[in-house]
């Protein structure tokens, strides 16, 4: 699986940005899809997960109620729509692909290139 991911960009706080990650192949329904995001200085951390069939999604405490993911397995694509920004979400944001149920960044098979999301204050 070959990850692709766009929308990044710069907003101001409380901004909204939509990231998208588009997957090459034809099984993207069968793989668990994260967001992950690491800012500069830090470790990659959990942002948000999707269920295979977008049945059952997770967000880390931090992101909860301004970020919202979700998937259309006829586009291969997965999304990542974030509201009220902060300066804290500034990162460069992953996608990333598994067939497993997992938060654990290492877990996770396949990665997107990252795209850059800056917001100012």
């Known amino acids: 699986v070959q990850l692709q991911a766009s929308g990044g960009g710069l907003v101001q706080t409380g901004g909204s940005l939509r990231l998208s990650c588009v997957a090459s192949?034809?099984?993207?329904?069968?793989?668990?899809m994260g967001w992950f995001r690491q800012a500069p200085g830090k470790e990659r951390e959990f942002v948000a997960l999707?269920?295979?069939?977008?049945?059952?999604?997770y967000y880390a405490d931090s992101v909860k109620g301004r970020f919202t993911i979700s998937r259309d397995n006829a586009k291969n694509t997965v999304y990542l729509q974030m509201n009220s920004l902060k300066p804290e979400d500034t990162a460069v944001y992953y996608c990333?692909?598994?067939?497993?149920?997992?938060?654990?960044?290492?877990?996770?098979?396949?990665w997107g290139q990252g795209t850059l999301v800056t917001v100012s204050s």
């Open positions: 999707i269920s295979w069939t977008a049945g059952s999604t």
């Open positions: 192949g034809r099984t993207f329904s069968r793989y668990v």
């Open positions: 990333a692909a598994d067939r497993k149920w997992t938060v654990a960044s290492n877990e996770y098979d396949y």
